[in-house]
């Protein structure tokens, strides 16, 4: 992120720069058990996506997991869309900004581990639990 101008918002591409980064840090069993994810990083939610999850203000949703869980996946079912995991850049800008206790960097890798977690069929309480043991 050193790179970026100082006074200017981070872009989409400087976002998922800093996505590669946090899933690169993470230990390397979780990145081999994570297996075949994309990643992506848009400004915010497409107007389906917030309707289906009957959210009314684009800056309440971070990040999203989208496709089957491992835990639902079967060997007889046919071949699934590749899971995808989306980062949306300025609700996160948006809190990040709202925070000012953690770093952009932190930020981005705790909702990349947190959408992470849903691709293995967590819930988010599931998630929220296991954060506050780490944490």
Known sequence: ?????????????????????????????????TGDVVFQVHDFADAETLAAL??????ELTGLY???????????????????VFLYRRP????????????LEELVSHVLVHEIGHHFGLSDDDIDAIEARAG
Do not use: C, Y
């Open 66 to 84: 989208h496709g089957v869980d491992l835990a639902h996946r079967s060997v007889f079912d046919p071949n699934p869309h590749p899971s995808m």
């Open 1 to 33: 992120m050193s790179e970026l101008m100082v006074g200017k918002a981070p872009s989409l591409d400087d976002l998922a720069a800093l996505a590669e980064q946090a899933f690169a840090a993470l230990p390397e069993g979780f990145r081999r058990m």
């Open 92 to 103: 996160i800008l948006d809190e990040w900004a709202d925070n000012g206790e953690v770093t």
């Open 54 to 59: 009957e959210i009314e203000d684009a800056f």
